[in-house]
């Protein structure tokens, strides 16, 4: 069974940098591609970010250049570096894993974290 636990989120002021960290077990890792998304109050879901199982990497545009994600496949663990962070980068962000790229890359991954809060201060 896949599990996948968040952590790191907190508050900040804007300009201010958080690592997110997205602990999984239960499946191979090395071979699944992994995201991470963010759904703030009132809107709907959007990806931030997604991985390959071969470390290829896109963003959304709204996060180009502040934002990186990673993963250490020793240790099961995904990232989410996020620098100069906004107000509203403000949301409930969550990990996400799927053997399919498409899923991850659509927003329909089949796993999914319990979120961790991110709240940015102006």
């Known amino acids: 069974q896949v599990q996948l636990v968040e952590s790191g989120g907190g508050s900040v002021q804007a300009g201010g940098s958080l690592r997110l960290s997205c602990a999984a077990s239960?499946?191979?890792?090395?071979?699944?591609?992994m995201g991470w998304f963010r759904q703030a109050p009132g809107k709907e879901r959007e990806g931030v970010a997604a991985i390959d199982s071969d470390g290829s990497t896109i963003y959304a545009d709204s996060v180009k250049g502040r934002f990186t994600i990673s993963k250490d496949n020793a240790k099961n663990t995904l990232y989410l570096q996020m620098n100069s962070l906004k107000p509203e980068d403000t949301a409930m962000y969550y990990c996400a894993a799927d053997i399919a790229l498409l899923r991850v890359r659509n927003g329909t991954p089949r796993n999914w974290g319990q979120g961790t809060q991110v709240t940015v201060s102006s």
């Open positions: 239960g499946y191979t890792y090395s071979s699944y591609c």
